[in-house]
């Protein structure tokens, strides 16, 4: 059976593509999980499945669309949607700074 | 001791004006009371309906007080997904669920505990402390469904609200000795369910007794227009199908020759022998190796979960994402490792082929059987502390759930022997194809009531 290592590097990219922060102990300990986790992962690969199509939805339902129209049931007032925000500012979520400033 | 009744005997009793509703709600509170606090069963409790019992006479479920798992949205109330990123969120909206509950005349007495974000088996995983199993305190609930299948087994309630992604109703059912419906995906709505994986999450009630559920199920299932998953299929009285004779009824048997279930083999088999003495024709069944539905669900669950867990970001509710606990950690980084560029063929697109290869496997054993049983569990409950570093700990666990829950289709968990020793049971789960949950009613009523394992029919019931 092919055995997938998986590096410290490894972790530490995909904590920064899930957007987790991570310490260094925490880096070791998910490469050890990822490792054994991927070992029964790749049992899957000893069955054959070079014919078969994948199965992303069970119950065969298609193009199931609603009614162009609002639904004033389903909205939030402005009050609603701000109430679980941990910071607003006159009506608005106020969120993280992700552009550095500029330097002059 | 009110709170012991069964939903059925609470609604007969309540009608009949044999009991009060105000009665009925001392005792639920005094049991709540007395093993709340060592149990660790509810993350919530919605005191004023305890104070208050809300009179809904007219209403099916007549003011009944039931649980709800703490992923459900519920408006105005704490829905925190066991999770201490959600610990202040309070929804603005109502579950389809909970909204179908109520509407129905069920009152939402509090949230019960569960393993974080629904991810384990156990519900030793909530990031607000284990619940402990009513049968036996050294022993878990199971989960991640733990606290609502906890809350029945205590008598903390008349009935209770669960969801499954694979196993999560019917497994912490089985171990705490109760009966958890996993429905058929689509059959009962998502909406305002903290989702997990959505191409299999399903909500289901966990209650004392096959009738209950059935109930439950009449309220809770049906279209709903805010999830586009959920069948037009038409929603049968599910009660029409207790008291239903067996006689003809094929039943499989599936996974009893594995590995690993050695120990409860006998004890399994042996209460077969009552579906025979009804009539039914049973014989052993031979299905794709479960432990292939393992490393299917870790693929599609993991990354499931990485796209649903992407938009807690901390601005609009909840805490920023250094707040996950160790296992939602490991279960979005995997998911997001195995859906990137370069691995996604070979994990999640093999995934889901095999998944196919499980549907037409069972496509296959339902040309010759209309039920297909097996065990719950691989075995009893386990005890306190066994998850600690075991990363695959749950999937083990519900293998043999995975294939069904892979597949979409119903199935029920009921109890089918209690070792006198420890009191802790096991369970039998039976599976149906899709939308036939009143096959599952049928058999599991007929089991129940031809056997002794049922606790509140042994006990409780004068």
């Not at chain 1, 939030?76 to 608005?92: D, M, V």
């Not at chain 2, 949205?73 to 579950?95: G, H, I, W």
């Not at chain 2, 909840?318 to 980084?333: L, N, T, Y």
Request: charged fraction near 20%; hydrophobic fraction near 35%; include cysteine.
């Amino acid at each position: 059976m092919a055995k997938t290592t998986i590096s410290p590097h490894q972790v530490k990219h995909v904590a920064q593509l899930a957007n987790i922060p991570i310490s260094k102990k925490e880096e070791q300990e998910l490469t050890q999980a990822f490792t054994e986790t991927l070992a029964v992962v790749n049992q899957l690969k000893s069955l054959k499945t070079k014919n078969v199509q994948p199965t992303h939805q069970v119950t065969g339902l298609e193009n199931i669309l609603r009614a162009d129209k609002v639904d004033q049931e389903k909205m939030f007032t402005q009050e609603q949607a701000l109430a679980n925000a941990s910071q607003t500012h006159q009506g608005y979520f106020v969120v993280p700074r992700i552009i550095e400033k500029q330097h002059a | 001791m009110l709170n012991q009744l069964t939903l059925k005997q609470t609604l007969d009793q309540l009608d009949q004006k044999t009991v009060s509703l105000t009665d009925l709600y001392v005792d639920i509170k005094q049991a709540i009371l007395n093993q709340d606090k060592k149990l660790n069963l509810y993350l919530s409790l919605n005191e004023t309906v305890l104070k208050n019992p809300q009179k809904k006479k007219q209403k099916p479920l007549a003011g009944a007080p039931i649980a709800v798992k703490d992923n459900f949205c519920t408006q105005d109330m704490r829905t925190s997904a066991a999770s201490k990123v959600l610990n202040n969120f309070v929804p603005s909206y109502e579950s389809t669920v909970t909204k179908k509950l109520q509407q129905a005349g069920g009152v939402i007495i509090g949230k019960t505990n569960m393993d974080a974000w629904a991810h384990g088996s156990s519900t030793e995983t909530s990031d607000f402390g284990r619940t402990l199993n009513p049968r036996n305190s050294d022993y878990l609930p199971g989960g991640s469904s733990g606290g609502s299948a906890a809350v029945v087994a205590a008598d903390a309630c008349i009935a209770a609200i669960g969801s499954e992604t694979a196993g999560s109703i019917r497994q912490p059912a089985s171990w705490c000795g109760c009966v958890g419906l996993k429905p058929t995906y689509g059959r009962v709505s998502r909406f305002g369910v903290i989702a997990m994986a959505s191409s299999t999450d399903s909500p289901g009630p966990i209650t004392k007794t096959v009738e209950d559920a059935a109930i439950l199920l009449n309220h809770l299932a049906g279209k709903d227009p805010y999830d586009a998953t959920t069948s037009a299929q038409p929603v049968p009285d599910y009660t029409q199908a207790l008291n239903q004779p067996l006689k003809d009824l094929k039943i499989g048997v599936l996974y009893l020759d594995i590995e690993g279930l050695e120990k409860i083999k006998t004890q399994f088999k042996d209460q077969l022998q009552v579906f025979s003495d009804l009539g039914a024709k049973v014989e052993p069944a031979q299905a794709l190796d479960p432990h292939y539905a393992i490393g299917v669900y870790t693929v599609i669950q993991r990354g499931e979960v990485s796209s649903n867990l992407a938009r807690f970001d901390g601005i609009r509710y909840g805490h920023d994402r250094s707040h996950f606990g160790d296992e939602a950690k490991r279960r979005i980084m995997l998911g997001t490792f195995t859906l990137s560029k370069g691995y996604a063929d070979q994990y999640y697109n093999l995934a889901q082929k095999v998944r196919t290869l499980f549907l037409q496997n069972f496509a296959k054993l339902f040309t010759k059987y209309d039920v297909l049983v097996s065990p719950t569990s691989p075995g009893f409950a386990k005890k306190v502390g066994v998850t600690q570093g075991a990363v695959m700990f749950g999937e083990l666990e519900d293998m043999l759930l995975e294939p069904s829950s892979i597949a979409g289709l119903p199935g029920l968990s009921l109890p089918c022997y209690r070792n006198p020793k420890t009191n802790l049971y096991l369970g039998m789960n039976i599976v149906a194809p899709m939308w036939q949950e009143e096959l599952i009613i049928k058999v599991a009523d007929a089991f129940e009531k031809n056997t002794p394992w049922n606790s509140w029919r042994n006990h409780h019931e004068k």
